[in-house]
Each structure stands twice: as C-alpha cells, then as structure tokens.
C-alpha cells in the first residue's frame, strides 16, 4: 500500500524526526515503524482471526498511532475508541464487530461489566520477547480489505460500523497530499479524537507527507489557558479542526497570528462553516488560507473543498462546499434517485473510489445507502444540496433526523431512544436548535413519569446521569422542558413541525 509505502520511506530516511507530540509525549519516526512492528509481530503470534476487527482503546496518544500502524500491517483492521465512550457502547461495538482483542493504550483499566475479551495494554505487548518476523508488504492490509472501522451513530440505538479500505483510503490521502498546500514535513494540529474520521485528515497525511502530529487533548479543550500555552509552543502550519472548535479559539483576543505565527492553511470539516468565522480569520491570520471541505464518514472523511477567499466572503451569505475531487463525483437526485434540474435542490449521491463497502454486518443497514452506480461504489448521503451554474455545490441541511452538532453526527432517534428508556421519562423528543442554519444545541422534550422531585433540574439532572452510561457526552441535549403531552400527527408519530413551533414561541 503506497501509504504505509511512504510512511516507511520517510521513517528510515529520517528516523529522527517527530512524528507526534502530545502534552506526555513524544514519538519519531524511527520509534514509531519500529513500536508498530513490535505490535504487527504480537498480533501475528496471537493466531487472531484476520477478518475480525482490533479494537484500539485510549485518548490523544502517540501508542494509538503505533497501534494503528501495527494492527493494519499485520493484517488486521482497527476501530479507534476514545476514553470518552461510554462502557455499554463500547459493548455494543464489540458485539457488532465480534473483535477478539482490546489493545489499552491508556494508563486506564477497561472494565466491561460480564462483557469477556481478551485485552492487552500496549507497554505489556512491547514488552514481551517476539521472536524476529518480517513486516514487510505482504502481510500489510491492502486493496479491499478494511483498513479502519469507525462507529457512527445509528437510529435503532445501535452504533454502525463503516468500513473503510485501504483503496479508500489512499483515494483520500492521494487527494489531500496531492490537493492541498500541506506537504513538506509540515506541523499538523489534531483536534478531533481518533473516534471521530476528522482526526484521519490530518493524522495519514501528515505521515504520508513526513510531517509532524501535535495533539491536542480534552483537558486542554475543558482549560483554555492549557490549551493556548500549548497553541504557542505548537508551531502549527496546518490547522484542521470543525468550525466549531475554531469558533471557541476566536473567542479569546489573543488567537491571532502573533500566537501562530507559522500557521498557513485552515482545513475545516464536520459541519456548516459561517462567513462570520471566515472574516475573523482573514483579520487575525492575513497570511493563512481557509479551505472548506465536506464529506460522510461513509466516503471516507471529506470528498469536495474549495478555498475561501475575501471575494467569496462577499458574494455569498452561506458559503459553497466547493467541488468533488478528481475521482469522484456527486449527483444531485430526488426522492426516486432520478437527477434533479441544474440550480433544483436534491440529495447528493457521492460516486467513487473513496466511498465505503458499507456497514460492518449490517447488510440491511447497507443497501439502503450503498449500492454500485453505473460499476462504481455510491453512497445515498441523506444530505440535501444544489449545484449552481459554476458548479458550486452548495449545502442545504439533511433531509432525514440525522444532524450535525459541533461536528458530529448523530442520529436524533438514537438519542431519543436512550432518553425514552430512562425510569424517570414516559417519552420524549429530541429537537436541533438552528441559528444560522447551523445546530446550535439539542433540546429536549420530555413527557415524564411519575417521580419524586421537587425541581425541574434535579430531574434534568438524574435524566443526564442515565443517559451519561449509555451516551457519549456530545450526545446528550443541553436543554430539557417538559410537557404534559406533544403534539402528534394522524399516524400517530410526534408532531416535530407543530412542537418546533410550540417550543420556539
């Protein structure tokens, strides 16, 4: 694979070389093919089944990189999990990947309840004596087979897998190295937590292109005076975050070009960037460039970009996700998959290379999304947009319950679901909040049992407490109200329409 390919090539013409920091810390070139060798050669000698999946388990650490490096070329693919995921999802995602091996990267101890895997810290495996194997291509994945899987939210309230390959992987990095002003041994920010496919556009085409990774954690996140000491000592040239996370820095007086003095490209994802965001940057970091990007995990990270320009930023209120890159393309279709009139809004359908097999055992799931266009792979994104007469692709918003928030995507039904199965609720609705064409937050409509609480917060409160066991912490609304009853349609299903009304009022 011309990935892992490039990776070794830089890793043993310069072995000395950074490939990652993190506040803990730090991991060159030479260490890191070495470590993921050491890694590779433990999971050979394990007799592990090859088509069953490593579950990689830990936060914003160089030994993740290792792991992944290490699962894919003995064979194997990956699913990264952060720290942040709650235990019975975690479950879940071992149920539905039948993985037979947890790799714990963090000083952390994962207890699965009466969930049985074997699980392996990572100082434990480097560690042991392995006797002297060859990593060299041929046991490396490759082609088709999975090189990652990351779990996204589902609407049953069970996680779905999405399998990305090799093949579709290297369509994206090719893209990103190839497209984008990045190469050349360059310092990139990583924002995005490894369970999240953000954190792919700027972990293998940094070490595609030689450059270095600095990592940023939750706890910088959550301490914003740790997280901009760090920002000044990055040296970062290539920021890739959602708008979201940006939008926070922007906040404080003191991001701009004297903090970053180095920074020369903005690479966004995840989900609707503002005009507004855009203007900031032009006056704080006159030197840097914006590019705006968009993609499902489901075609691996981000298929279309275009950069922003001060032009742009007046012509449009709501800025264009540009166009496909070279070996792809959308179409814009309606309700029958039939293609829509130029300028007609539709939902896109993404076709080519990068677009993934579909969901890990979950056949059903996949045809209802994936199917091959004209012999090439699709993907049915759920996403509306238009493409207007220069063949800019403009976002519109999802057509179904799946959102956007903060750049991730969730499914509202899947969180719904969790909040109906709470002791305290007899049912409930989730509803986006919308500034700007943008989610803001989630709100969350409750009929509640019978309970014991004096105060609506306390029963906020417990409410949280469930949903916290069984729900990552993004994925719990920010605001609750409760009702007596929700307006319903004829068919019996809540009324969002009338209750966005009600609630807005």
């Known amino acids: 694979m011309e990935l892992l390919n490039s990776i070794r090539s830089f890793s043993t013409s310069n072995p000395d070389q950074l490939a990652y920091?993190?506040?803990?810390?730090?991991?060159t070139y030479g260490s890191l093919w070495q470590q993921s060798d050491q890694i590779a050669a433990f999971l050979l000698q394990e007799n592990l089944n090859q088509d069953l999946p490593i579950l990689v388990y830990g936060h914003m650490n160089a030994s993740m990189i290792t792991s992944f490096l290490g699962c894919v070329k003995a064979g194997f693919s990956y699913i990264p999990v952060d720290l942040s995921i709650p235990i019975e999802r975690i479950i879940k995602i071992l149920n539905s990947s039948q993985a037979e091996l947890i790799i714990n990267t963090s000083s952390q101890e994962l207890?699965?309840?009466?969930?049985?895997?074997?699980?392996?810290?990572?100082e434990t495996i480097l560690a042991k004596q392995l006797s002297e194997m060859e990593m060299g291509p041929a046991?490396?994945?490759?082609?088709?087979?999975?090189?990652y899987i990351i779990y996204t939210s589902g609407s049953t309230g069970n996680p779905k897998g999405v399998q990305i390959s090799a093949n579709n992987l290297q369509s994206f990095v090719d893209w990103m190295v190839g497209d984008f002003p990045i190469q050349g041994n360059l310092r990139f920010l990583n924002q995005a937590p490894y369970s999240f496919d953000l954190s792919v556009m700027d972990l293998y085409p940094a070490l595609a292109s030689g450059g270095t990774i600095f990592a940023i954690t939750k706890e910088m996140i959550a301490k914003p005076k740790l997280l901009f000491d760090a920002l000044a000592v990055s040296k970062t040239q290539v920021w890739t975050s959602t708008p979201s996370f940006v939008q926070m820095c922007l906040m404080d007086p003191t991001f701009k070009e004297e903090?970053?003095?180095?920074?020369?490209v903005f690479l966004f994802c995840g989900e609707i960037l503002p005009v507004s965001i855009c203007r900031l940057l032009n006056e704080r970091f006159p030197k840097a460039q914006i590019f705006n990007t968009y993609g499902p995990t489901e075609a691996t990270v981000a298929v279309t970009s275009i950069e922003v320009t001060a032009g742009m930023l007046e012509t449009y209120q709501n800025l264009p996700i540009g166009k496909t890159k070279g070996d792809t393309r959308i179409l814009i279709v309606d309700e029958n998959g039939l293609p829509v009139q130029p300028g007609e809004k539709g939902e896109m359908m993404i076709v080519g290379p990068s677009v993934s097999k579909g969901y890990l055992g979950q056949p059903e799931l996949t045809n209802k999304s994936f199917y091959l266009y004209n012999g090439e792979q699709a993907y049915r994104t759920g996403d509306a947009a238009y493409i207007n007469e220069d063949g800019l692709i403009f976002y519109k918003g999802r057509i179904d319950f799946q959102i956007k928030l903060h750049g991730y995507r969730m499914e509202l039904e899947e969180i719904e679901h969790h909040i109906a199965n709470c002791q305290y609720v007899k049912s409930a609705?989730?509803?986006?909040?919308?500034?700007?064409?943008?989610?803001?937050?989630?709100?969350?409509?409750?009929?509640?049992?019978?309970h014991e609480f004096e105060k609506e917060y306390q029963l906020t409160s417990a409410i949280k407490k469930e949903l916290a066991d069984v729900l990552p912490a993004y994925m719990i609304p920010r605001k609750f109200a409760y009702y007596e009853e929700l307006p319903m349609t004829a068919n019996g299903k809540m009324d969002r329409i009338k209750f966005r009304e009600m609630v807005l009022q």
């Open 111 to 122: 207890t699965l309840d009466n969930f049985t895997i074997s699980t392996m810290h990572y």
């Open 429 to 450: 609705a989730v509803i986006p909040i919308y500034q700007d064409e943008k989610v803001e937050y989630l709100l969350a409509a409750i009929i509640p049992e019978r």
């Open 139 to 147: 046991s490396w994945v490759s082609g088709d087979d999975n090189f």
């Open 259 to 264: 903090l970053l003095p180095e920074l020369r």
């Open 21 to 27: 920091i993190s506040p803990t810390e730090e991991i």
